[in-house]
């Protein structure tokens, strides 16, 4: 009897240390599974990103190979049509072509060129409106500012708003204007852009045009959460502001 109850006392023993073991060896490779699964992950991750960024880089250059020539196709037409000021605006044309062609290439320019090219788009614009139309212009520029020569600045940002405002301006009512607004302060952009919308060019056509899609596919890719941009039409007046908080977004690239 006694030796029965020592047998089965052994048995359950050696039952208890093999199932302690086996547990044990189930831990362990469940443990290693785990670590591989993670560290498979984070490459998995890690690629993911490496091909998200070299997407967005495509997408960038495809949108630049379409913003181009639309670009001087626009500004081409302003010049042929006023002849008589054909010299001024060969000018102007002259630094906005440079600027495409040696500057739009980069990733990044500084607040100070896109600021200049931006300036001389107005005046190449201007070419093809009425001396006496009421057509108003600010801009309050601090050139101290820790950015403004800094690449910090992505490339014919400002193309679109100005591109839109006189396209789609209704030149021949009395009430009509263009109104633009840009500032560089505290390491901030703002560009705020208002005209007399034509009746022919809604709100809606407005949105779904190529350059109006192209600056909102910019912004979100190059500054995620450092910018805003605000459209709005009311009372026959279109109005959009973009802000970019170019400071914020220059630490982070260096920083990251």
Do not use: C
């Amino acid at each position: 009897m006694d030796g029965n109850y020592y047998m089965i006392h052994d048995y359950l023993i050696f039952i208890g240390v093999f199932a302690i073991f086996f547990f044990l060896t189930v831990s362990i490779y469940l443990f290693s599974q785990n670590q591989k699964f993670k560290i498979n992950n984070a490459k998995l991750s890690e690629a993911n990103k490496i091909i998200q960024q070299q997407l967005n880089e495509v997408q960038l250059e495809h949108i630049g190979t379409k913003l181009n020539p639309h670009l001087f196709k626009n500004i081409l037409n302003s010049v042929q049509s006023h002849a008589y000021q054909t010299y001024m605006s060969l000018d102007k044309l002259a630094n906005v072509l440079d600027y495409i062609l040696y500057e739009s290439n980069n990733k990044f320019v500084s607040p100070k060129e896109e600021l200049n090219f931006a300036l001389s788009l107005v005046e190449i614009n201007k070419i093809k409106i009425n001396p006496l139309f009421d057509f108003r212009i600010k801009y309050k520029i601090d050139k101290t500012d820790a950015i403004f020569e800094e690449k910090v600045f992505a490339p014919l940002i400002s193309v679109d708003l100005i591109e839109n405002a006189f396209k789609h301006t209704d030149f021949l009512a009395q009430d009509s204007f263009i109104a633009i607004q840009m500032e560089l302060q505290h390491g901030i952009f703002s560009m705020k852009v208002s005209n007399k919308a034509s009746l022919k060019n809604t709100l809606e056509k407005e949105k779904s045009g190529f350059g109006s899609q192209s600056l909102d596919q910019r912004l979100k890719m190059i500054y995620n959460n450092f910018y805003a941009l605000h459209k709005q039409s009311k009372n026959g007046i279109f109005t959009a502001e973009l802000t970019i908080n170019l400071a914020e977004f220059y630490d982070k690239m260096r920083y990251s």
